[in-house]
T-cell receptor, first 113, second 119 residues
Framework: AQSVTQLDSHVSVSEGTPVLLRCNYSSSYSPSLFWYVQHPNKGLQLLLKYTSAATLVKGINGFEAEFKKSETSFHLTKPSAHMSDAAEYFCVVSGLAGNKLTFGGGTRVLVKP | GAGVSQSPRYKVAKRGQDVALRCDPISGHVSLFWYQQALGQGPEFLTYFQNEAQLDKSGLPSDRFFAERPEGSVSTLKIQRTQQEDSAVYLC?????????????????FGPGTRLTVT
């Protein structure tokens, strides 16, 4: 079984400042990990994925995440927040057979001008 | 190209009514998934198809929930005798890749969801 914990339900940042969204996972095998973003009234969009290749993963829109096995973490970062980054972000782990995704509770990001 | 589409986008049902939610996956995608997202929470897995075969339905909350994909393309999620706790956004996702020998790399593409409100 696998689980995901997003450590912050809400994050507020000023435009142009760094963003850090924290995620810890639990898995009995080497997992595939993902970050998805959900804008209001829109579908979930994949930001980036880790699948046992490089531990530092670069995604779309300037986001990146680092897989740290020793800490069971997969934190999402962006050096400079933009107003369009305001959305809900989900950290996700896949099942052993890759057939089901387990989502964290989500982090809502507010970007202040 | 066209993404995953779902219909209707919004559905209001009176308690006890049956509803049917439709998902059109990306053409050629082998796998199809249904998730339920309650207000303020992350999506939760309901069921999974590979072509027309329903390989995992462990997330369906009760026997009132039924999903099918008879021709391996369009899928329908049916909820019988709806209850207020069924109110949620129902998300459909599809992916191209088959599961190959334990290598589970794939990407799920999500539709916009159907928001179901049971009154």
């Amino acid at each position: 079984a696998q689980s995901v914990t997003q450590l912050d339900s809400h994050v507020s940042v000023s435009e142009g400042t760094p963003v850090l969204l924290r995620c810890n996972y639990s898995s009995s095998y080497s997992p595939s990990l993902f970050w998805y973003v959900q804008h209001p009234n829109k579908g979930l969009q994949l930001l980036l994925k880790y699948t046992s290749a490089a531990t530092l993963v670069k995604g779309i829109n300037g986001f990146e995440a680092e897989f740290k096995k020793s800490e069971t973490s997969f934190h999402l970062t962006k050096p400079s927040a933009h107003m369009s980054d305001a959305a809900e972000y989900f950290c996700v782990v896949s099942g052993l057979a890759g057939n089901k995704l387990t989502f964290g509770g989500g982090t809502r990001v507010l970007v202040k001008p | 190209g066209a993404g995953v589409s779902q219909s209707p986008r919004y559905k209001v049902a009176k308690r006890g009514q049956d509803v049917a939610l439709r998902c059109d996956p990306i053409s050629g995608h082998v796998s199809l998934f249904w998730y339920q997202q309650a207000l303020g929470q992350g999506p939760e897995f309901l069921t999974y198809f590979q072509n027309e075969a329903q390989l995992d339905k462990s997330g369906l909350p009760s026997d009132r929930f039924f999903a099918e994909r008879p021709e391996g393309s369009v899928s329908t999620l049916k909820i019988q005798r709806t209850q207020q706790e069924d109110s949620a956004v129902y998300l459909c996702a599809s992916s191209l890749e088959r599961i190959k020998g334990g290598d589970s790399r794939y990407e799920q593409y999500f539709g916009p969801g159907t928001r179901l409100t049971v009154t």
